[in-house]
C-alpha cells in the first residue's frame, strides 16, 4: 500500500495549476470521456438504478477516472497521481465501513450492492467548507434536521 509520506511528496511535486483549471479542464473532460465510453447515464426515472452491468461500468469508469485524473492538494495547487495499481491496492485494503457519529447518532456506512434488500442510505452536506463559520454552523444544523440524512 502507498505511504502517506509518498503521497505527501506527491502532492509537493505534482503538476501545478488552478482548482479551477484542474475541474474544468480534467476533472469536466475525463468524466465527460469515461461516461460515453462505459455507457454510463442518470436516468431520473430510476435514481438508484438496480443493475449489475452498470455497477460494473461506473466501478471500471472509477478506477480509470482515479489514473486519469489524479487527486487535486488545494495546499500545494498541484495535481497528486495514482497508478491503477496504487488504486486498486487501497480498494483491497479499505475496510469496507466509515464509522460516523457516535451514540444514538452513530452510523456505519457500507457499501450497498445493485440487488440489495437494505434501505439506501442519504447523505448530505458540504464537505469542506471554506467559508464564514455562522454559516457552517448553519448549514451543518439544518442539515441535520433532514430525517433520512445520515
Known amino acids: 500500500m502507498i505511504r502517506m509520506s509518498e503521497i505527501c511528496q506527491r502532492a509537493e511535486a505534482g503538476q501545478k495549476m488552478t482548482q479551477a483549471q484542474f475541474d474544468l479542464d480534467v476533472v469536466f473532460a475525463a468524466a465527460e470521456k469515461l461516461c460515453e465510453k462505459y455507457d454510463i447515464r442518470y436516468d431520473p426515472k430510476t435514481p438508484v438504478p438496480f443493475d449489475d452491468d452498470l455497477a460494473d461500468r461506473v466501478y471500471q469508469a472509477a478506477i480509470d477516472f482515479v489514473e486519469e485524473v489524479g487527486v487535486y492538494c488545494v495546499d500545494t495547487s498541484a495535481v497528486i497521481r495514482f497508478t491503477r495499481e496504487e488504486a ?61 440524512a445520515k
Request: net charge negative; glycine share 8%.
Open 88 to 148: 486498486l491496492d487501497a480498494i483491497a485494503c479499505s475496510p469496507g465501513v466509515c464509522v460516523m457519529g457516535e451514540g444514538k447518532d452513530r452510523f456505519e456506512w457500507r457499501p450497498r450492492r445493485p440487488d440489495s434488500a437494505d434501505p439506501h442510505w442519504y447523505h448530505v452536506g458540504s464537505g469542506i467548507v471554506n467559508t464564514d463559520e455562522r454559516i457552517v454552523f448553519n448549514l451543518v444544523r439544518d442539515y441535520a434536521n433532514i430525517r433520512q
